[in-house]
């Protein structure tokens, strides 16, 4: 198991440099480019000449690639020049990656908690009218855009109800204390229970409306799954030697069918914390996704480049978790290694 980690570790390494070289060359292929970004409306031949030379842009593009990895290496991945201008991109990332993976982590615990039994019971009752309405709350997450309906539970519970929060992370009015910049987590840790209860109010509506395509996802293939593992001959057999629900449900049926299940999780989650651009720039709430969408329209490409790399060094680690989570699943895959 060890040799797979470490073989895993290097492929996800190897992943990001190809990834790091592509992105390279594309940002500075795109028209513009970062001379034209800094500089605005006051450019002159002049004056863009004097900043490649002082970027090093005016060298080869594999020196200049190289002078990039190294930099990269001591955490330096440039500064930002639209996002928030003259702050360093890595900076920014790390003080806004906090909220992605709170917002993530709260609607991925609403798609899978829902998801999971739901997709369990409409198998077991395949055909019943408790199946059909899965099935048609499925279709209707996959086919309304996020960004719909994120606008329209902003409407509904913030706008008319002014049940919850309509935007942001945190009422500006709490003087809450910072710690990890998990807001919810920051507040349990300090006893400050208002904060914490504000800042989940402001998770609600933006994990919801995040929450709708991994849940029909999760749905579909956690019910696809059991309706193969139910007409397996070991569960017909365990219910005709009087099994209980509860056992043949646990050692026979939902465990067989959570391999696919744990991969859909996985790549959700990948998906999730690489940024939900529409859903976050809806709820104005100041994440990666947030910032992804600023770095395009303010062609800010140091952000764009390290946002990109981050979102596929996250979706490669969420599959080696998910890897390994299959070797505890499932015993035989581990023999099979």
Do not use: C
């Given at each position: 198991m060890?040799?797979?980690i470490?073989r895993?570790?290097?492929?996800m390494?190897l992943?990001?440099?190809?990834?790091?070289?592509?992105?390279?060359?594309?940002?500075?292929?795109l028209?513009?480019?970062p001379?034209s970004?800094?500089?605005?409306?006051?450019?002159?031949p002049e004056?863009r000449?004097q900043?490649?030379?002082?970027l090093?842009?005016?060298?080869?593009l594999?020196a200049?690639?190289?002078r990039f990895?190294g930099?990269?290496?001591?955490?330096?991945?440039?500064?930002?020049?639209g996002?928030?201008?003259?702050?360093?991109?890595?900076?920014?990332?790390?003080?806004?990656?906090?909220?992605?993976?709170e917002l993530?982590?709260?609607?991925?615990l609403?798609?899978?908690?829902?998801?999971?039994?739901?997709?369990?019971?409409?198998?077991?009752?395949?055909?019943r009218?408790?199946?059909?309405?899965g099935?048609?709350?499925s279709?209707v997450?996959v086919?309304?855009?996020?960004f719909?309906?994120?606008?329209?539970?902003?409407?509904?519970?913030?706008v008319?109800?002014?049940w919850?929060p309509?935007?942001?992370?945190?009422?500006?009015?709490?003087?809450?204390t910072r710690?990890?910049g998990?807001?919810v987590?920051?507040?349990?840790?300090?006893?400050?229970?208002d904060?914490?209860?504000d800042?989940?109010?402001?998770l609600i509506?933006?994990?919801v409306a995040?929450?709708?395509?991994?849940f029909?996802?999760i749905?579909?293939?956690t019910?696809?799954?059991v309706l193969?593992?139910?007409?397996?001959?070991?569960?017909?057999?365990?219910?005709?030697?009087?099994?209980?629900?509860?056992v043949?449900?646990?050692r026979?049926?939902l465990r067989?069918?959570?391999?696919?299940?744990?991969t859909t999780i996985?790549?959700?989650i990948?998906?999730?914390?690489?940024?939900a651009?529409?859903?976050?720039k809806v709820?104005?709430?100041?994440?990666?996704?947030?910032?992804?969408?600023?770095?395009f329209?303010?062609?800010?490409?140091a952000?764009?480049q390290l946002?990109?790399m981050?979102a596929a060094?996250?979706?490669v680690?969420v599959?080696?978790?998910?890897d390994?989570?299959?070797?505890?699943i499932?015993?035989?895959?581990?023999?099979?290694?």
């Amino acid at each position: 198991m060890l040799r797979y980690i470490i073989r895993r570790l290097a492929q996800m390494v190897l992943v990001v440099l190809v990834l790091s070289l592509l992105l390279f060359g594309w940002l500075r292929a795109l028209p513009g480019g970062p001379v034209s970004a800094l500089l605005g409306e006051r450019a002159t031949p002049e004056s863009r000449a004097q900043l490649e030379a002082t970027l090093g842009m005016d060298q080869p593009l594999w020196a200049q690639y190289l002078r990039f990895l190294g930099r990269a290496v001591r955490g330096d991945f440039g500064v930002s020049t639209g996002v928030l201008p003259g702050r360093e991109v890595l900076s920014i990332f790390l003080s806004r990656f906090p909220a992605t993976i709170e917002l993530s982590i709260v609607a991925i615990l609403l798609a899978v908690l829902v998801g999971v039994p739901a997709g369990y019971l409409a198998a077991r009752h395949r055909g019943r009218p408790l199946d059909v309405t899965g099935v048609l709350l499925s279709l209707v997450g996959v086919a309304v855009p996020v960004f719909f309906l994120a606008f329209l539970l902003k409407f509904v519970f913030a706008v008319e109800l002014g049940w919850l929060p309509a935007s942001g992370r945190q009422a500006s009015s709490i003087d809450a204390t910072r710690i990890t910049g998990f807001f919810v987590l920051d507040g349990l840790m300090t006893r400050e229970w208002d904060a914490a209860w504000d800042a989940f109010k402001h998770l609600i509506l933006p994990a919801v409306a995040l929450s709708s395509i991994p849940f029909a996802v999760i749905f579909r293939i956690t019910r696809a799954s059991v309706l193969d593992v139910l007409d397996e001959d070991y569960v017909r057999t365990a219910e005709a030697k009087g099994l209980t629900q509860g056992v043949v449900r646990n050692r026979h049926v939902l465990r067989n069918a959570m391999l696919p299940v744990v991969t859909t999780i996985g790549l959700q989650i990948g998906a999730l914390l690489s940024g939900a651009v529409l859903t976050e720039k809806v709820f104005a709430f100041p994440g990666i996704g947030d910032a992804l969408a600023k770095s395009f329209e303010m062609r800010d490409y140091a952000m764009l480049q390290l946002l990109i790399m981050a979102a596929a060094a996250v979706y490669v680690f969420v599959n080696l978790v998910v890897d390994l989570l299959y070797a505890v699943i499932d015993p035989r895959v581990r023999t099979a290694r």
